[in-house]
Structures are given as C-alpha cells and as structure tokens.
C-alpha cells in the first residue's frame, strides 16, 4: 500500500472521503496560485522543505445550509471546522510516526471577523490548495466548486515534507456561470466574471459577516445554498418556509432580548 493509500484510508476511518494532494512547486508554477498567493504565504515558506500539501474536505449537510443563517448553521459550520482540525492533527500524526515532517494548518488562519478586517486574507489558504489538489475549481462566488458537493464543502490542509504523487488542477472548469450566487448575496459583494478576474467584495462580505456575528448566526452562506452545482436530484431536502422562520426565530428573539437589555 502507498503512503497516499495509508493516508486515504486513515483519513476515510476519521469520515472524510474527499482527500487530495497538491506538489508544492504548484504554488510557483500554476497561474492562478502563483497569481493570487505571495510566497510568504505558500508551503515552502511556511514548512522549509515541504513537497506535498494534503487537503482535506469535509461536505456541509445541505438541508443545515438551507436553514443559513441560523444558529442551527452556525453551530454545524464550528463542528465540521473542529473534525477538520482534529483530522489535520492526526494525518500529520501519521506521517510523523512514519518518519516524515508534517504541519497541520489550522481550519482558520485569522482571528475572528475582527481580525478578518484587519487582514482580509488567511496566511495560508485552504481553497487554493484544494484547487491545487484537483478537488475542484474556482467559482463566481471565489469558492471552490466540486462536481460532487458544488461549492458546499469546507477544507483542510496538512504540510509535509513526504514526497507524494501530486493530483494536479482539474482541467475542466466546474462552475457553470449561472450567477445565482451574485443574484443571492445581499452585499452585492459577487460578480459576473471567471476569478481571479472578479474578486469578492470582502469588505461587503466581512460587514454582513459581523452584523450575523454580533446575532450568533454567522456565517452568512447565501452564495454557496444558491449554487446548483453538485445537488442531488429530487426534492429539495430543506425546512418548510414556516420551520425555516421558525428557526431562525429563537436567535431573533434573544438578540432583541439582549438589545433591550443593552447586554
Ligand atoms: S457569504 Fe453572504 S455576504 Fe458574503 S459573498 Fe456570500 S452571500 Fe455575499
Ligand atoms: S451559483 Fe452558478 S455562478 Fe455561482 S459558483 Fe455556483 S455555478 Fe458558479
């Protein structure tokens, strides 16, 4: 069994099927990564010696999102962010017992919306390396889009120095330009475009992202539920409009309470 297999099947044992890996030297070489990505933020400056990154991704339950943004979201995104660090630390626990240098890199490489502002961009990103990885490519809404979860999928990243087969970018683009992720976002903050041409707006994007915060419902989600890509077919498996403003309710409530309260 390779090493790539030994991971995979570690990986599946922690219930993360999608599992990719990306050369390092595709942060120098490919146009949209050596573009978009100051090599003070790639691999090779980040772990000295680093030849793979392995990416992880975890699928966000579809009818959660669909409920976006409520408390029942927010709390699904902080799990799926919690095994997709727990993950990171056990792969790079895999690869130290066999003798290799690995780095898990954290889920979020900032510090909150505040320091989102500040920086508006991680020290590492996830999303590049999942491109890199071949997971999927780039979309409107700048998020990577997979042919199997559409853009409903979040990433991890593990740093090593274990010389492992690259996947390599897709060739194939798998956004399909509908712009249902413009037309959803209240910000405006999306545009036509293919990236790295558009960029998101993030100042619009941080704004909404903190006023949801301050309510407990952050993150926002409205671009990624809008996107048809990767959906299964049938009935769309989401609340009711009524269970729906239900839901949504118990964290209005409390924010008004707290509002009157000055709290
Ligand atoms: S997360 Fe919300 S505010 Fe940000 S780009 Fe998507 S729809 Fe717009
Ligand atoms: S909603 Fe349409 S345009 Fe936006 S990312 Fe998905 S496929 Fe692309």
Not at 231 to 241: D, N, R
Request: hydrophobic fraction near 40%.
């Amino acid at each position: 069994m390779t090493l790539k297999d030994e991971l995979a099947e570690v990986a599946r044992s922690l219930g993360i099927i999608d599992i990719g890996f990306a050369d390092v030297g595709l942060w120098s070489t490919d146009p949209i990564a050596s573009a978009r990505i100051r090599p003070l933020n790639r691999p090779d400056s980040i772990m000295q010696g680093c030849r793979t990154a392995v990416v992880m991704g975890i699928p966000v339950p579809y009818a959660t999102l669909l409920t976006a943004p409520s408390i029942a979201y927010n709390q699904m995104y902080r799990n799926v962010n919690a095994m997709l660090d727990m993950a990171a630390q056990r792969i790079a626990m895999e690869l130290m017992a066999r003798g290799w240098q690995a780095m898990p890199i954290p889920r979020d490489g900032y510090h909150g919306i505040d320091g989102l502002r500040d920086t508006p961009t991680a020290f590492f990103s996830h999303r590049h390396a999942a491109y890199l990885a071949g997971m999927g490519t780039f979309g409107v809404n700048n998020v990577i889009i997979t042919p199997r979860n559409g853009p409903r999928i979040r990433w991890v990243t593990v740093l090593t120095d274990a010389v492992i087969d690259g996947d390599g970018p897709m060739e194939e683009e798998v956004c399909i330009h509908c712009d249902r992720c413009v037309r959803a976002c209240p910000q405006n903050a999306l545009s036509p475009g293919t990236y790295p041409d558009i960029i998101t707006d993030k100042t619009g994007c941080i704004d909404r992202s903190e006023m949801l915060a301050k309510q407990g419902i952050a993150p926002c989600g409205l671009c990624i539920a809008a996107c048809p890509v990767g959906l299964q077919k049938g009935p769309t498996p989401g609340p009711t409009e009524a269970a729906r403003a239900e839901i949504q309710s118990y964290v209005r409530k409390r924010f008004a309470r707290s509002r009157r309260s000055g709290r």
